[in-house]
């Protein structure tokens, strides 16, 4: 096999800078906000085993391929395929993967945009006796500046961490910020659990009930996997060409999908004790977050300040999420165009938060355009595409090519290098080669024929 040359790639300045800064990417808006809706939605425990099974056929065997693709050349997603299967369009699968980090980050920053302002705007809702929290919401997403303002402020920041660096700017970012994380949903899920009535959200969280199971739930799961887990667009394809041959891959992958299921569950219990305690209704979408925690937050003892962190939370997580989706597009540029990183981050940045500006105008001067077929407002129109299509599709072709191009005994081969205990085997091969693609394909026929 060829030796790719290393020349002057930066590495990770330690196993945990890898392990963060990927866990980093999986947690995000998918976690805290989406993870604990779909599971109350679809019966609770019942979805939690479901989906834990897609996680283990689906989410794990698609992390290692797209780690060890990185690792391999230690370049960016296009120059990976480039390198692996030189002269052929395999390439074209990277240059998906970039095209859709480019268009998740351009709405990604929306959402993360109204995070940000929310951190403020609950001192007012929790604060206001008689508010109505409906209002204050959609009042904010049609007001046409300040949204934007937030957008922008989002893009800035992301930006300046990608513009210093893979060790001085994601993963010092990571290092600082995960640990923060973690110590405020902490305090979240201690104040949830041990408010009275709490016991109504935890049954209503962990009972299973498989009669509410049905294909779109499979659905639901396989695509929270794909999403949640940030797999099929070269997230850590770029993050582990960071790697070198001597860094451990079966068992860091294993810690990073452990990491993302356990803020999931987490979020879940920080969530629906309080919601049920306070008497709402585990309502559904952007509701849930910007509308009903407000007013649980808003009769709470000390909800200023449990607010407060709540979207301070749900800030670092998409942050952490965002760097990543930025990394993939700039780093395709310093590889392949020989651009300067200051340069890739700050044009990308710009360039991104421009494409995302109809998403955010959906709400205000372009309310009412909704798009053909989908039926779709513009936010969710992008996160249509970018979920239903584009995600599963590169987790697809990236499976093949290992599977069947570069073969999966190589696969393995360089996946074992430099694995201290838990290695993969030959049931790997298996899952890359026929679980994997049959599975993505079953569930993309269906989602698109339920469509059309
Ligand atoms: N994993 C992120 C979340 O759960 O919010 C979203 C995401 C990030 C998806 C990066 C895809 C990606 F490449």
Same mark, same amino acid.
């Given at each position: 096999?060829?030796?790719?040359?290393?020349?002057?790639?930066?590495?990770?300045? $330690?196993?945990?800078?890898?392990?963060?800064?990927?866990?980093?990417?999986?947690?995000?808006?998918?976690?805290?906000?989406?993870?604990?809706?779909?599971?109350?939605?679809?019966?609770?425990?019942?979805?939690?085993?479901?989906?834990?099974?897609?996680?283990?056929?689906?989410?794990?065997?698609?992390?290692?391929?797209?780690?060890?693709?990185?690792?391999?050349?230690?370049?960016?997603?296009?120059?990976?395929?480039?390198?692996?299967?030189?002269?052929?369009?395999?390439?074209?699968?990277?240059?998906?993967?970039?095209?859709? !980090?480019?268009?998740?980050?351009?709405?990604?920053?929306?959402?993360?945009?109204?995070?940000?302002?929310?951190?403020?705007?609950?001192?007012?809702?929790?604060?206001?006796?008689?508010?109505?929290?409906?209002?204050?919401?959609? !009042?904010?997403?049609?007001?046409? &500046?300040?949204?934007?303002?937030?957008?922008?402020?989002?893009?800035?920041?992301?930006?300046?961490?990608?513009?210093?660096?893979?060790?001085?700017?994601?993963?010092?970012?990571?290092?600082?910020?995960?640990?923060?994380?973690?110590?405020?949903?902490?305090?979240?899920?201690?104040?949830?659990?041990?408010?009275?009535?709490?016991?109504?959200?935890?049954?209503?969280?962990?009972?299973?009930?498989?009669?509410?199971?049905?294909?779109?739930?499979?659905?639901?799961?396989?695509?929270?996997?794909?999403?949640?887990?940030?797999?099929?667009?070269?997230?850590?394809?770029?993050?582990? $060409?960071?790697?070198?041959?001597?860094?451990?891959?079966?068992?860091?992958?294993?810690?990073?999908?452990?990491?993302?299921?356990?803020?999931?569950?987490?979020?879940?219990?920080?969530?629906?004790?309080?919601?049920?305690?306070?008497?709402?209704?585990?309502?559904?979408?952007?509701?849930?977050?910007?509308?009903?925690?407000?007013?649980?937050?808003?009769?709470?003892?000390?909800?200023?300040?449990?607010?407060?962190?709540?979207?301070?939370?749900?800030?670092?997580?998409?942050?952490?999420?965002?760097?990543?989706?930025?990394?993939?597009?700039?780093?395709?540029?310093?590889?392949?165009?020989?651009?300067?990183?200051?340069?890739?981050?700050?044009?990308?940045?710009?360039?991104?938060?421009?494409?995302?500006?109809?998403?955010?105008?959906?709400?205000?001067?372009?309310?009412?355009?909704?798009?053909?077929?989908?039926?779709?407002?513009?936010?969710?129109?992008?996160?249509?595409?970018?979920?239903?299509?584009?995600?599963?599709?590169?987790?697809?072709?990236?499976?093949?090519?290992?599977?069947?191009?570069?073969?999966?005994?190589?696969?393995?081969?360089?996946?074992?290098?430099?694995?201290?205990?838990?290695?993969?085997?030959? &049931?790997? !091969?298996?899952?890359?080669?026929?679980?994997?693609?049959?599975?993505?394909?079953?569930?993309?026929?269906?989602?698109?024929?339920?469509?059309?």
């Amino acid at each position: 096999m060829a030796h790719f040359d290393n020349n002057n790639r930066e590495s990770w300045a $330690s196993r945990t800078g890898f392990i963060l800064a990927a866990a980093g990417s999986a947690i995000g808006l998918g976690n805290i906000w989406r993870f604990p809706y779909m599971t109350g939605e679809h019966g609770g425990a019942a979805f939690l085993i479901i989906y834990l099974i897609a996680i283990v056929l689906i989410g794990y065997p698609v992390m290692v391929n797209e780690i060890i693709i990185g690792r391999k050349t230690n370049r960016n997603p296009v120059g990976a395929f480039k390198a692996l299967a030189p002269q052929t369009p395999w390439y074209i699968v990277g240059g998906l993967g970039v095209f859709t !980090g480019f268009v998740i980050l351009s709405y990604y920053a929306v959402v993360a945009g109204w995070s940000l302002a929310y951190i403020f705007k609950v001192i007012a809702s929790t604060t206001t006796p008689g508010i109505n929290h409906a209002d204050v919401f959609v !009042g904010h997403i049609t007001s046409v &500046w300040e949204p934007i303002f937030w957008q922008a402020l989002f893009m800035v920041l992301t930006a300046g961490v990608i513009a210093a660096g893979v060790v001085k700017g994601i993963q010092r970012c990571v290092t600082v910020l995960m640990p923060v994380l973690l110590v405020i949903l902490v305090i979240l899920i201690l104040r949830a659990i041990t408010l009275p009535g709490a016991g109504e959200g935890l049954a209503y969280y962990l009972r299973p009930d498989f009669s509410e199971v049905t294909g779109r739930t499979l659905l639901g799961a396989i695509s929270q996997a794909f999403f949640t887990l940030s797999l099929g667009m070269g997230v850590l394809i770029t993050y582990g $060409s960071y790697l070198t041959a001597k860094d451990e891959v079966p068992g860091n992958a294993v810690s990073i999908v452990g990491l993302d299921t356990g803020i999931a569950l987490m979020a879940g219990f920080a969530i629906f004790p309080a919601v049920f305690a306070l008497g709402f209704e585990p309502g559904a979408g952007p509701g849930l977050v910007f509308i009903t925690l407000p007013a649980v937050f808003a009769e709470m003892p000390l909800g200023v300040f449990f607010g407060i962190l709540f979207f301070l939370l749900l800030s670092i997580a998409a942050l952490t999420s965002a760097i990543s989706l930025l990394e993939v597009v700039a780093a395709w540029l310093i590889d392949e165009k020989g651009w300067a990183r200051g340069k890739a981050a700050a044009m990308m940045g710009i360039i991104i938060f421009i494409v995302g500006l109809p998403a955010t105008l959906g709400y205000s001067v372009l309310s009412g355009v909704t798009t053909p077929i989908l039926d779709m407002d513009l936010l969710d129109t992008y996160d249509w595409f970018a979920n239903s299509i584009f995600l599963p599709l590169g987790g697809l072709l990236a499976a093949i090519f290992t599977g069947y191009i570069w073969g999966a005994r190589n696969a393995i081969d360089e996946a074992n290098k430099g694995a201290v205990g838990f290695r993969i085997g030959a &049931w790997w !091969g298996f899952l890359i080669r026929y679980v994997v693609p049959v599975l993505i394909i079953v569930i993309m026929a269906v989602g698109l024929y339920d469509l059309f």
